[in-house]
């Protein structure tokens, strides 16, 4: 860790020349070829090394902190469930999905790889529930290594944040010490959870941002480029761990786009120099992170390429793409649809993620009446059912021959052509009409048909409509297709309902016929497919039964369509929004910590750990963005009424810090009272780092203005000293539950329940 | 319009003069027609060059100026012509055959039986405040509708009913948008193209006049918002009168058609929104005036405090007192509300009965769960199947009232003696209930519930009113001391089981057929949950000494404060129709899909004119694109002239609060998540059609300072005839969606929407 502080002395006269370039920038230290000419001629091969006391204890405080008995609990910790699973998966190579972006994990998995822990040579890995004993191979510490390491540079960063802002030492010190007290941050970065390398990436991409602007005299100069390119570096690593980190990048773009904009007034600069200066931002925080966001996933996909528990979530084409599962299934099938193939047919874009279906029909029919008087056909019953089934096997037979067999060379299906659909078990072909369906009135009936002589005539036409067909080849193409079947009768497609047939469907999934065409549950595509090669019935269905396959041409997705359906599918498709959780909160919970989030228990004391912040820092954070909207609004008024109450660099400095901190707390606070997903109290935690910098900026202020008033500063001091002894008391007397390492009894638990809201766990010794 | 642009500017005005008229006229119309133009009528120059060709153009100053419209006399003149001509067009477009079709169209279903409520004084429950539909009710009332017709499914025909009444009154709350329109318009802009255009597209608009020809309440809140908007835009014009008369009438008046609107749908509180948002930046400006002290700028503020918050309040306070009072009949809505507010309708079971105040050892009472839609808590001789063990017998809600509700009160150790003194049940008293018809124990365990694995089953147990320990529960009044007896009614009970520490529980989960599909109970370990409150709500005691249920009688805030709690969870819970299309808010300003106003031969679509639609899509990117280049300009110090700058200022400050006004009534419905339809935007699109007209006008007068001079001003007119003939155009082809299609779908080649059809999305 080599801070660059304390200039004092040893670099005097660079110092007093750049007091008088730039006056504010007096703590912009830096080991620098210094200013003027005559001082490189002087020291030519100098370095400057220069350490910063504080930030480096501090920084020592936190690694030990975040490191101590971090193999402690061996157990696996909240989500650690999914972590240290995704982490497996990916050193098997196998495909799964997770709503978050894979940076995170991807920096675990790299840690696992390094020490040499090979998943394939476990027999009994289960990360079924939380509280499971790792097996005794698993490199538990090693892995919790990575946010922790990172998390605590956190502390130090934050220092050099309050630094970088131009706060007092004794401001920037409060700052990092809130950090390293808050046992909330501290429990979020012992464990493999996404946010010790979160709130890394977080403050790196904050501080090189400030770093870049105080550069603002020296623009163009080699370490302007380094510290722009790693502003949009580490906000991208921010936006690739959780999605949260876009914020982050909004808070930098806007911060750069303001800055940017008081350049255009800047008479003397010329349109072309504000054009290089447009270039160099686009390039590095736009163009450059968005390449880098794309890699990575580039990364991630190249990892991935065995089929795995989660294919089912992603559409047959990009499961076909994966090795194993689907693909070895429908590797080598004939790519196209013919008069005479067999197919099974999966409705492409499932209404519940996870929980695909195929069109099906079994020799059951409807009821002749249903529950609420309606009547049915009483025809077969079509569905769509969530197993793959032999009874999932349907024929397309051309209207106007009888065999079925598929002609040599076959004939390929094409948009528009006319078909019926014949189940292969029960040979009877696909109908609808004008009946209404049995859970959606509204729509038609979809039968299998069965001819009853009263006058209701087979319906059994369809027509093919390819919806993705691009350019000339219209051909009905193996998984990836996607086709509506219309009815040629009544114009209306074949829809997958969603809703759940009762007991006499099997609780099945409803088919029925819809006059909206034009919508996602209308689209169905081929996953199985194979041409009939046997005339007689008992050989289609022996064929049926035994899934041979005949190897043709492999099927292949680019690694941009793959993109851009994961993008997709983790941006727009959320799972079960009404999952409730004992330990889920609003944002209205947080910022006064009003709430913990049970992680872990022992199974026989009643040792336990819990994600709970350290109340003394987040309520005086919270309380620090209220005084500072107060007396923002006070000293806009008292301006408005003709008073300057600050001069204007500290004014500008003032705003300046608002735009920073206060902006970037509500950008990373606001948009939680939008989302409809379950909420957990570490979704906050970003807020938290905002929030203690806004803290130590308020405390700054209040000494600066308090400078006139008798005894000011004394107090200020004091106020410093007694918070931070508060916090280091909570700090703490609450660590019982961050290590998790105490067995506590019932009474010593209720005693550290201050808050009524606060919710530990007991074990009842005494059982019924 | 063309006509009055060719034969404008023969007389010419002395500038002088008019700058010495009143105060008053100053503010007329006219006034500020020749303030923006007044350097080019002092100039001579482009007035004359539009009538004398011939002659050469004078050097002028290096900054070309604003051609000149009209002169100030005329301005206003033609000012209330337009206007005139406006609304007299507008009246005519939504009056036209407006008894057509002679039977419910969509939402007519909902409003026309409302109304009909009102009429008949039935009470009944509705997500929505219920201004709009007692001015529906008292429009049928005073027409001659009786009340009769049920209003039961859209396509129902009328027959003899009198419903044109209640049409025609919609329909000229729905004319009124035009004049609004064009007179808010020149309000902020003093432009009258800007206004005319603005007026004209709100004329056009096929969606906006479909909405107001039917009985809805639609046209009614855009004309309460659009009232609003105007009042407020007009007090703000007297700026510099301030506390005088007018002033006073303006900003009063603003807060009626606030609460107005607020108190027809919730949507109302958009323009709230807006109109505090306005009101706080002109604070900021009177506090920004050095030469108002802090007591005269504290009286504006409290004046407004008084008209724009204080009087809505008490106006929206008030349509509630007048909907109660006029609802006096028990009806459709009793069961949405609680058993208190129920003994005031006449007609319903509870009222003007009697019962005791207090709950005593050995009484009988029936428990109903607090929260809209609680049933009671109610058990039956029927075991948990198999597959849920312990096979105990079933204990559900249910919301019928039914002898299986009823439970007897027991204390926690001893059987009650039933004839002797009653001792009061107190909170956190230890208790059991027994039920009355089995004979069982209320009881809990730790066994999952059948449906919520999370929770614990509840269960009736033991023989003859003996169970176990496990009958224990403490009784809790929420927010009341230990000790204090529990009321009927009032009280907010939970029942913590003692052992377990869970407490009961109900929700909307219902229990298979074996459950007889009444809803499950439960024991929620989380006693915190929102959902464990019950209250007493029947008791027999001959001990007790009954009170009249009327000390049970909400206050009208009660009732005010519940029915909005009822409103609001009405409002989350509304989930689509059966088949119904309803839609999202990206869909609206691209008019991507319509509503099926009437489905029979004589078909009725609500869409907006999607030529005006478009153009307002095209208009909003012209705006960004604009004020773009104008910050960038002047932030890179480019100079404009004095007269420019005030021009640009002023246009660009209208379209900015249009703008402001069209993103508080549009993008609030990007999160929300309940049932949306196409109908929604329309109080914004009326914004969006404002804000194009001052964009078009701006856009229109900064391109002809681009032509050669003597072109200027035909080119101006040029444009604007374009504008509005496109409109009428539009609105012309359009016309049949809004006064029924007949024959063939679009599809048909005989049909008159052939090739109308534009987007495969519409349902023509």
Redesign the interface.
């Known amino acids: 860790m080599e801070g660059h502080k304390d200039l004092s002395g040893q670099d005097g006269d660079a110092q007093t020349e750049k007091n008088e370039e730039k006056e504010e920038k007096e703590m912009e230290g830096r080991r620098l070829p210094s200013v003027t000419t005559a001082q490189r001629k002087s020291k030519p091969f100098s370095v400057q090394f220069e350490l910063d006391f504080m930030q480096c204890a501090l920084f020592l405080g936190s690694i030990f902190s975040r490191t101590w008995q971090l193999g402690l609990p061996r157990a696996v910790v909240f989500d650690e469930l999914h972590f240290a699973k995704f982490v497996t998966l990916y050193l098997k190579g196998i495909f799964f999905f997770d709503v978050h972006p894979p940076l995170g994990k991807l920096l675990l998995a790299l840690a696992g790889d390094y020490t040499g822990f090979d998943p394939r040579l476990e027999t009994d890995i289960n990360f079924d529930r939380i509280g499971a004993g790792y097996s005794p191979d698993f490199p538990v510490y090693q892995l919790r290594l990575v946010p922790a390491v990172l998390g605590s540079a956190v502390v130090p960063l934050v220092y050099q944040i309050a630094a970088e802002l131009g706060l007092s030492r004794w401001a920037a010190m409060i700052a990092g010490a809130f950090i390293l007290l808050d046992n909330a941050l501290l429990v979020q970065s012992r464990f493999m959870l996404m946010e010790g390398m979160l709130l890394f990436f977080m403050c790196l991409s904050i501080l090189s941002l400030l770093k870049f602007r105080n550069l603002g005299h020296r623009e163009f100069s080699l370490q302007w480029w380094l510290w722009l390119a790693m502003t949009g570096l580490s906000f991208t690593c921010t936006l690739s761990i959780k999605h949260v980190g876009f914020f982050t990048a909004i808070l930098v773009l806007y911060i750069v786009t303001k800055d940017y904009w008081t350049m255009l007034a800047d008479v003397s600069l010329s349109d072309f120099c504000l054009w290089k200066h447009f270039a160099a931002r686009a390039g590095l925080l736009v163009t450059v992170p968005m390449t880098m966001y794309i890699y990575i996933y580039y990364i991630h996909l190249s990892l991935l390429t065995k089929a795995g528990p989660h294919d089912s979530i992603m559409t047959s084409a990009f499961q076909a793409s994966l090795e194993g599962g689907l693909a070895a299934l429908t590797r080598g099938q004939p790519l196209y649809v013919a008069f005479g193939s067999q197919i099974t047919l999966r409705h492409t874009f499932d209404p519940v993620p996870g929980k695909p279906c195929w069109l099906h029909s079994h020799a059951h029919v409807y009821p002749i009446r249903y529950q609420d008087g309606r009547g049915s056909s009483h025809q077969q019953q079509v569905t769509c059912y969530i197993f793959k089934d032999i009874n999932n096997w349907w024929i397309i037979k051309h209207p106007e021959k009888d065999s079925m067999v598929a002609d040599d060379p076959p004939v390929a299906v094409k948009h528009g052509d006319i078909v019926q659909l014949v189940h292969g078990i029960t040979s009877r072909a696909l109908n609808s009409h004008d009946v209404a369906a049995p859970l959606t009135p509204q729509n038609q009936e979809v039968t299998c048909y069965i001819d009853y002589n009263v006058s209701m005539p087979a319906q059994n036409l369809w027509r093919v409509e390819i919806v993705n067909r691009d350019g000339g080849d219209d051909k009905w193409q193996t998984i990836k297709s996607h086709v509506r079947l219309v009815h040629v009768n009544t114009s209306q497609a074949l829809k997958m309902t969603g809703k759940q047939l009762p007991e006499w469907g099997f609780h099945q999934l409803e088919v029925a016929t819809d006059r909206l065409v034009n919508q996602d549950s209308t689209i169905w595509n081929v996953e199985e497919h194979r041409y009939t090669r046997t005339p007689d019935k008992d050989g289609q269905i022996r064929d049926l039964s035994q899934a041979e396959m005949i190897p043709l041409e492999p099927t292949h997705l680019s690694f941009f369509d793959k993109f851009l359906e994961l993008q997709y599918r983790i941006l727009f498709i959320q799972g079960d929004t009404e999952m409730e959780h004992k330990y889920s909160s609003t944002p209205l919970d947080w910022p006064l910590s009003s709430k913990n989030l049970a992680y872990w228990m022992h199974p026989v004391t009643n040792a336990q750990i819990h994600l709970l912040g350290n109340p003394v820092v987040w309520i005086a954070g919270t309380l620090s963005i209220i005084i500072y909207a107060g007396l923002f609004f006070f000293y806009l008024m008292r301006q408005k009424r003709g008073f300057q109450d600050l001069p204007t660099n500290e004014w500008h400095q003032f705003v300046f810090i608002g735009d920073l901190l206060v902006i970037g707390y509500l950008l990373h606070y606001l948009p939680f009272f939008l989302t409809d997903s379950t909420l957990f109290l570490h979704n906050y935690l970003p807020c938290v780092i905002f929030k203690v910098l806004a803290l130590a900026s308020v405390i700054d202020h209040l000494d600066i203005i308090l400078y006139r008033v008798p005894h000011g500063s004394v107090i200020v001091r004091y106020t410093i000293l007694a918070l931070l002894m508060t916090a280091s008391w909570t700090f703490y007397r609450l660590s019982v539950f961050t290590y998790g390492n105490v067995d506590l009894t019932a009474e010593q638990i209720t005693s550290l329940a201050w808050r009524e809201s606060w919710d530990f766990l007991v074990h009842l010794r005494v059982g019924f | 319009m063309e006509n009055n642009s060719s034969e404008k500017t023969h007389k010419r005005k002395n500038v002088h003069k008019q700058n010495a008229e009143t105060t008053e006229e100053q503010r007329s119309p006219g006034k500020f027609l020749n303030a923006s133009e007044r350097s080019i009528i002092d100039d001579e120059t482009s007035v004359q060059a539009e009538h004398s060709k011939e002659r050469d153009n004078k050097p002028k100053d290096h900054f070309r100026t604003i051609p000149a419209l009209v002169d100030p006399i005329r301005g206003n003149v033609l000012y209330c012509i337009l206007l005139f001509t406006l609304t007299v067009t507008s009246l005519i477009t939504r009056l036209y055959n407006i008894e057509n079709p002679p039977h419910v169209c969509w939402d007519e279903t909902h409003f026309g039986k409302m109304g009909s409520w009102y009429i008949k004084r039935t009470f009944f429950f509705d997500v929505h405040p219920p201004l709009g539909k007692m001015l529906i009710g008292l429009a049928g009332y005073l027409t001659g509708y009786d009340g009769e017709f049920p209003f039961s499914k859209p396509g129902d025909e009328y027959g003899e009913t009198r419903y044109v009444g209640m049409r025609v009154f919609c329909a000229l709350l729905g004319a009124a948008l035009v004049p609004l329109a064009y007179m808010s318009t020149w309000l902020l802009s003093r432009s009258l193209t800007a206004s005319l255009i603005a007026g004209t597209l709100v004329l056009f608009d096929t969606g906006t006049l479909t909405l107001s020809r039917h009985i809805l309440l639609d046209p009614i809140l855009m004309f309460f918002i659009m009232a609003a908007t105007y009042s407020l835009l007009k007090f703000l014009s007297y700026k510099d009168r301030s506390f005088s008369l007018v002033w006073w009438f303006w900003l009063s008046a603003t807060g009626v058609f606030l609460a107005a609107s607020i108190g027809v749908k919730f949507v109302g509180l958009f323009v709230i929104l807006l109109a505090g948002y306005t009101t706080v930046e002109d604070l900021?400006q009177l506090?920004?005036d050095?030469k108002l002290t802090l007591a005269v700028i504290f009286k504006h503020f409290l004046a407004r405090a008084i008209c724009l918050i204080i009087l809505p309040a008490v106006c929206y306070l008030f349509f509630f007192a007048i909907h109660f009072k006029v609802l006096s009949n028990s009806g459709s809505g009793d069961g949405f509300y609680s058993s208190a507010f129920q003994s005031q309708l006449i007609g319903n079971k509870l009222y003007n009965v009697s019962m005791p105040e207090y709950i005593a050892y050995g009484s009988l009472l029936t428990l109903k769960q607090r929260r809209t839609g609680g049933a009671y808590l109610h058990s039956h001789w029927h075991l948990y199947p198999e597959e849920f063990p312990p096979r105990q017998q079933q204990v559900t809600t249910y919301s019928h009232k039914d002898e299986n509700n009823v439970w007897r009160m027991k204390q926690a150790t001893e059987e009650p003696d039933v004839t002797g003194y009653p001792h009061l049940v107190k909170n956190g008293d230890l208790i059991r209930l027994e039920h009355i018809t089995t004979k069982r124990n209320l009881h809990s365990h730790?066994e999952p519930a059948p449906i919520t694995k999370?929770h614990f089953q509840v269960s009736g147990y033991g023989t003859d009113g003996m169970g176990d320990a496990n009958d224990v529960w403490q009784i809790e009044i929420v927010g009341a001391p230990h000790g204090s007896p529990i009321q009927t009614v009032r009280s907010k009970l939970r029942l913590i089981h003692y052992?377990v520490k869970c407490a009961l529980f109900s929700h909307d989960k219902k229990l298979p057929k074996w459950g007889w599909e009444q809803l499950e109970v439960t024991c929620n370990p989380?006693v915190k949950d929102n959902r464990v409150f019950w209250s007493v709500e029947e008791v027999i005691d001959p001990r007790l000494p009954n009170v009249s249920f009327e000390v049970y009688l909400p206050s009208l805030m009660e009732k005010f404060v519940e029915s909005h709690a009822v409103m609001t969870q009405g409002n989350s819970g509304l989930k689509p129709r059966?088949?119904e299309?309803t839609s999202r808010p990206w869909q609206w300003p691209i008019d991507f899909r319509g509503q099926i106003f009437s489905g029979k031969e004589f078909r009725i679509y609500l869409l907006g004119n999607p030529v005006i639609f478009w153009s307002i899509l095209i208009i909003f990117g012209m705006y960004f694109l604009v004020i773009g280049i104008n910050a960038?300009r002047q932030?890179?110090?480019v100079q404009r002239s004095q007269e420019l700058r005030e021009f640009d200022q002023r246009m660009m400050g209208a379209a900015w609060w249009f703008l402001i006004a069209w993103a508080l009534h549009y993008l609030p419905f990007w999160?929300m998540?309940r049932v949306l339809y196409f109908h929604h935007y329309f109080p914004a699109f009326l914004y969006s059609a404002m804000f194009a007209g001052v964009v078009l006008d701006y856009v229109i007068i900064k391109l002809s300072l681009g032509v050669p001079k003597g072109l200027a001003i035909s080119f101006y007119h040029w444009c604007v005839g374009v504008i509005v003939s496109g409109s009428s155009y539009s609105f012309y082809i359009f016309h049949p969606m809004t006064y029924g299609m007949a024959g063939p779908l679009a599809a048909d080649e005989n049909s008159m929407m052939h090739r109308l059809k534009w987007l495969?999305?519409w349902d023509i």
């Open positions: 900021w506090l920004g050095q730790h999370r052992h989380n059966e088949g299309v960038v932030q890179r110090g999160p998540t495969d999305s």
